[in-house]
């Protein structure tokens, strides 16, 4: 922590805070400036409490954290990438991951028909919605477990892992049975009993960026996840929320690199909720591709403007087949780059 | 709803258009422009999956609701405020009330203290958190069910009514047990897990607005808790995430009027969050109850500096007593508004 | 400055970055904590660049500035409120001050009725614009040169003061002539080239913060009228834009105390522009005296539904009347708490 | 216009309206929905004014526009792209143009290497900062003439156009003088004089997105350029302000595809602006190309870390050439792209 002191303190002032630093039981450096008086204090432990009785205090002007609150997800920790694996693929790996579906498991016919689109355009993984987070209580909330017995069955037919969203730490267990990586939607990126259960849930998890979550507070609800057990945590953009109204959300595209830079779990891009409307869809997706996305997840649906939910933001799965050739060169790309970056390169 | 076509639209482009509408159950009235060609549709229930079906229509430039989209929280279903009782006390009547307590409970002398000072200063409602939603998994987690047992003990022996904060649907039956009002967290104002199972709670509901939700959202959350059965529900402005960072969140206080126009139900500010910083709340007090907010909740503690949580923006005791005699000519021209608006009055 | 170095940086890695610090002219204060060490730099003068060039460093983890950039502006610098004389009133001082008048002058008539009605209910300061900044480029423009001379006619004839807005380096000085007060609007706070002729001015200035500037900010485009020659500047809290769109803008009424911490130059709400919504208004110009504003500056006009811009934020003059009678108790413990806290009273 | 009436208003409520839509010269279609009755309103012109009159109405619910309020710049006006010719190059044509250069004009020596640099490296236009919009008034602020006619000489001995910022409409002749193309900040990108004086500059203009402006206010801004006489005008996101902080700014990235639908203009990147941070711009600048912008502007510098701005998100001129060749693949489907969608190609 640097504590700043107000301009002009006394001795007695200074002392005071400096004993307050003490009573935490971290060491104090006096640094006596021009126009005022800094204290550096260091030690070991969460400052978070430390911090908030300085700031309380009249003679000090800031006070500031230096270390970061999360440990186990950064990078300093740890330098490797993690890589999950999931059936047949890895998250993180040498290979960028496609996972696609529709946003609900509707029916039978339209969960087999969106797994077997994806399946044969090179995707990994089946997206699909059973429990549905929805802001009205009158729009449709989901096939809730029918949904998760098609969705396996659309995963086993086909060779595809399936990823499906958990919306309460009551239902951890049961959709663990039946989904091969656990989505914790963006609303619930701070349902901290949620994130304390997913510890013990004995799968992966793709941790949705909040709509108004720092890139930080994303990190420090995958500490809770890795804190409490469980390693294989995937973090996802997928647009925030800002003053522009002309898409659904804001694409922080740049949140890729940033975590790359700042922690070894890998990072999902979300190009169909981050601009809400289908003609963006393809351009966003190359351009995740070409920024480094570790996976990329899309919202495709057999006939989008008879989907239940998002439709207009899911592509026909016409479009998607074309879009998943349009990528292949980016993909090409991606994996040299890959490949220079890998420490078996060097 | 009203869809706008695009510029030159073809007489079957707009046919398609308008069939589309039919099959959703609509009636079609097409009104010719000067430019283009709009279509208003009328009918009644959901419009959320029409809409979002012609919004993917090429030929459509854009599609806007009409009808809002919730119903039993909004004025024009109910005219009259909702008034809830708890204890001896009713929000949303003809008092102002005061809540106050500490962000954590932390002991039975914290609590004691704290309360028989909210009381005796004239506040109505004592708050502490015994579950506590925080950002980093190595912060204190709150003293669970003992801290409920402590915090009835403390209404109990001073006759206030008790709030305190629900993390999970897992625990709404605990908690009722314990207090008397529940409240819901800005993190989780959107954990629709969590708000379906208020609606058989048997308690009043406190709503936080989230940290990036607007006001229609938290209408919108509070009508799921009516529509699973709950009508006893206030809704809490408590600072929204903006760009500023200089206070902990950006108050949107006008967010008071503006509930108040659109809702029966009763509206509390929480200056503590919307500042995180002590010396602004006093301030932000008088503003809300000048604004007409029906209750203010606040953050107090026997020795903010030492407090375990949020010490920086908690009122110590004495500041607390200070603030509510300052409040007193306030709390008198308030209740001449409410008198002079209320329907007796006329 | 406080410089954080990375994770086990090495001692050449470190003797790196302080030679830069000293390259700059500043003072080394080594800290070497459990983690991590941290270097703090001390010294007089601007340290943007040195932390521009310490960012870049690969060895730094980041660098944070201490002292503000601003200077004249701050209460460190100067501790008493300044005092703002224009005719007969004073504005930061003993009295609270409400500024009214239309959105645009647009006819004799028009203007002096406004002006009449502001000042028989106990304004003192007359707004309207003639320059008017609109976002459409067909919209109403303002009637410039003749907009001027209708308000120095209405301020003459009621003893109002007369401010407006002023939009180009290039009109200062033809403004000045007709007016008491420079309006600097939202859209130019960082419009430096007309800050730095406000310096020369020769007539006090109205600095509106822009729709997504920072406190800091704003206290920065003062500096720059300040440092160029113009002691007279207020600052005006208009709201910003966030994601919230149900009021035109968002009023962060907490800026006010904020502002009164940090700077001696008188503060001014808009709740006009802040809500944009004629119901609004009067709630928020009473949380306006009640958080304890210098001013406040309201749009009013004869008829403003035929008003040619900002009709839907303008009050009637009758309403303007009737809020005015409403505000005196407010405008009452307004002063008590202005004559509680002055130094005389002490 | 649809005007949204109250639920159960009368009949003369209704007719009250209607009638002050018809006094602003509209026509009515009046459709009686389950629940309210809604009005439609065609006709020609703004409609601003009356939409402003009929949100007052206290019977009216709520009011939105139909059309969009800008015109020359939209595609619905011209479909095929507007191609910007300056020197040897086109903007908005077949090939991605890449503009870099210094953030300052510091010395003949920097701005020869950099625009050498630059040129060798197979850029096209050179940047560089004259005048200098800085946030503090203690801030180098541009070369200002001295720093015009050294860009002019740099841009002269490599072949390169020349692209600089102008401030005040007070100098665009000056700038135009020495320029090829008129740059026009954030700040400045709703600051109305210097947008008309724009109009008769005989220079192509940049005009980069104000840092909480909206797509549609860009586009306004533009419409004023192109209203007040001049047709070529390229638009530029830079970034724009969340609460996001780890960036300086967060990349809409979005805003290029949404733009290439909306209007015929040519859409610019700006990576250095958007991420504050050099690690981060050759990520964002693949992303720029594979998303189809028209151009990217970047900041490089012969030596970052002296830079008098902005140093911390320049490249070296080393990083930048091997920048240039990380692109070239990404380029030449960037080109295919451009091809298959063009006209000639059908």
Request: net charge neutral; glycine share 8%.
């Amino acid at each position: 922590m640097i504590i700043s002191m107000k301009l002009r303190s006394s001795k007695q002032e200074i002392e005071e805070v400096c004993q307050r630093i003490r009573d935490f039981g971290y060491k104090i450096h006096e640094i006596h400036g021009e126009e005022r008086v800094v204290i550096a204090a260091v030690g070991v432990g969460d400052v978070t409490p430390c911090l908030d009785a300085l700031e309380m205090m009249p003679q000090v002007d800031n006070a500031v954290r230096i270390s970061a609150p999360y440990k186990f997800v950064s990078k300093e920790f740890r330098k490797e990438k993690t890589r999950i694996r999931v059936k047949g693929c890895e998250i993180g790996g040498d290979d960028f991951i496609m996972m696609a579906g529709p946003c609900s498991v509707e029916s039978e016919t339209q969960i087999m028909e969106s797994a077997e689109a994806v399946a044969s355009a090179g995707g990994k993984v089946l997206r699909g919605g059973a429990f549905k987070p929805r802001t009205s209580p009158y729009d449709f909330q989901g096939l809730e477990l029918e949904g998760l017995k098609l969705l396996r069955k659309a995963g086993e037919s086909t060779g595809l892992a399936v990823i499906t969203e958990v919306m309460s730490d009551r239902d951890v267990e049961l959709v663990a049975e039946y989904a091969d990586i656990l989505q914790i939607g963006a609303r619930n990126m701070q349902n901290f009993a949620l994130l304390k259960s997913l510890g013990k849930a004995n799968r992966p998890v793709m941790l949705k960026r909040g709509l108004s979550s720092t890139i930080k507070e994303l990190l420090m609800s995958a500490e809770y996840v890795v804190a409490h057990g469980n390693n294989d945590v995937m973090l996802c953009e997928r647009g925030i929320r800002t003053f522009e109204t002309i898409t659904r959300n804001t694409c922080d595209i740049v949140a890729v690199p940033v975590l790359q830079e700042m922690t070894h779990l890998p990072v999902v891009l979300d190009p169909s909720h981050a601009t809400g409307k289908r003609s963006l869809v393809p351009a966003l997706t190359r351009a995740g591709v070409a920024i480094g996305a570790d996976a990329v997840i899309l919202e495709t649906h057999p006939c989008p403007e008879k989907a239940w939910s998002d439709g207009a933001q899911s592509l026909t799965l016409g479009a998607f087949k074309t879009l998943m050739k349009e990528l292949r060169p980016y993909i090409e790309l991606w994996k040299e780059r890959r490949y220079a970056e890998s420490p078996v390169a060097v």
